[in-house]
């Protein structure tokens, strides 16, 4: 098998308790990390190697997106400065209804896996219709990906109600079974958008497979208000009730969390998602992190959707997650660079199931590695390589992107994607849903 010898100034492992690494390399033999080491001994003892030089770049794990809707790229920036239910109700749900197919999922999902490459993102916990279009797009880009079995309980274009959603959910699941870049989720949309029934059957769905649960839970004031009309009890103590909080779920959103609910999503060991930068264009409020942190909760970071971000930008949520949470506690010692960076890396994996073969940089486990580079002259000088990624890097200096061992981004370019055929076609798509 092929060997590459990656030769940083600096590595950042991730690994428990290690810090930043100098003049370390790595070495990828086939799809996983072979070594880690001083570069002199690592180019004595495999002279054979490929060797690429990274001089004054940093080596991080895969950046992993813990929330995304991959394929509404394409509504990216159609209807911004408005509330989440009227965003949703009359601009994309609308539009979905009329646009969304198979062939418009895979364009739009393939635009994502570009951005989140030059974003350093390797790995992407995805929620949309048509699955079948989500995975082909994240095989044909080399990207990993968790791909949704979506369930609303309206009818859309895709299905006509809870039962066909999960039929083609598991239809798409059974075709692409085995696939190594894959991993599935279970995935209700909302407590506004699913009923108790729904609930059950997906949770039971989980079980059944052994995968990931993936729902938006208590993203506005007014979702947790309406719930509480609705069903006498708060969303949380509704799906509580119904045996949804456990190790599987990874809760989006989580903004609206009360002392008892945090403490319930520790013991249950749920998995929260926090979306810093979509939460604040949508005004919908922000995750109480500290508080977290301190009841021990696993937290990760995604992006949300295009439309209401509108950047899939992890160095921009690893950022606004660190400052956010001093500035609305007052406290500079909460949310660490390092904790910023864990949210995005070895947390995200264990929220995934994945911490055995992603999420760190550690012999043994699979080669997704990202070269950040340090050398310009905003990023100079650096005395400490791990804050610098937080508070001054951008994925505007992701250099190099390698998923499995297979170098995806080189020099800042795609190698799976010919970029030019995919605007191409993105232009000719958007330009028809601008005509009507």
Request: glycine share 8%; proline share 4%.
């Amino acid at each position: 098998m092929s060997q590459t010898l990656l030769l940083p100034h600096w590595i950042l492992t991730m690994k428990s308790g290690e810090d930043t690494l100098e003049n370390h390399g790595l070495l990828i033999d086939g799809e996983r990390i072979a070594a880690i080491g001083p570069h002199a001994d690592l180019l004595a003892q495999y002279p054979n190697a490929t060797r690429v030089d990274l001089p004054e770049q940093i080596l991080i794990p895969g950046l992993i997106n813990g929330h995304a809707h991959s394929a509404m790229t394409l509504l990216r920036g159609v209807a911004d400065d408005v509330p989440l239910m009227d965003w949703l109700q009359n601009h994309i749900w609308p539009l979905e209804k009329k646009w969304v197919s198979e062939a418009w999922t895979y364009l739009g999902s393939k635009l994502a896996a570009a951005e989140g490459l030059r974003s350093g993102t390797t790995y992407i916990n995805d929620m949309y219709f048509f699955p079948t279009a989500m995975a082909r797009a994240a095989v044909d880009s080399g990207v990993r990906a968790a791909v949704s079995m979506n369930v609303i309980d309206f009818p859309t274009g895709y299905a006509s109600g809870p039962d066909d959603y999960i039929a083609k959910g598991v239809a798409a699941y059974e075709q692409y079974k085995g696939e190594k870049l894959l991993d599935w989720t279970s995935a209700p949309h909302a407590p506004y958008t699913v009923s108790d029934e729904t609930f059950v059957k997906l949770r039971d769905l989980a079980e059944k497979l052994d995968i990931q649960m993936h729902c938006h839970i208590h993203e506005t004031a007014g979702e947790v208000s309406d719930g509480l009309k609705a069903h006498g009890v708060r969303p949380i103590a509704r799906l509580d009730k119904l045996g949804l909080f456990n190790e599987r779920m990874i809760a989006v959103h989580m903004v609206h969390l009360d002392e008892a609910e945090i403490e319930l999503m520790a013991k249950k060991g749920v998995h929260l998602v926090h979306n810093p930068n979509s939460n604040l264009k949508l005004a919908s409020g922000v995750m109480p992190l500290k508080a977290l942190e301190a009841a021990g909760v696993n937290t990760i970071l995604g992006t949300d959707g295009a439309a209401s971000n509108n950047r899939l930008d992890m160095f921009g949520e690893i950022r606004s997650a660190a400052l956010l949470a001093k500035g609305i506690t007052g406290d500079p010692t909460v949310a660490s660079a390092r904790t910023a960076l864990e949210m995005a890396t070895i947390r995200a994996a264990k929220a995934m199931g994945r911490a055995d073969d992603l999420g760190s940089l550690e012999v043994g486990k699979l080669a997704d590695v990202v070269a950040v580079s340090l050398d310009s002259l905003e990023c100079q000088p650096v005395y400490n390589a791990a804050a610098q990624l937080v508070y001054v890097a951008g994925r505007e200096h992701v250099s190099n992107v390698w998923v499995g061992g297979r170098q995806l981004l080189k020099d800042r370019q795609p190698t799976t994607i010919d970029v030019p055929s995919l605007l191409a076609e993105v232009r000719d798509v958007v330009g028809r849903m601008k005509a009507g």
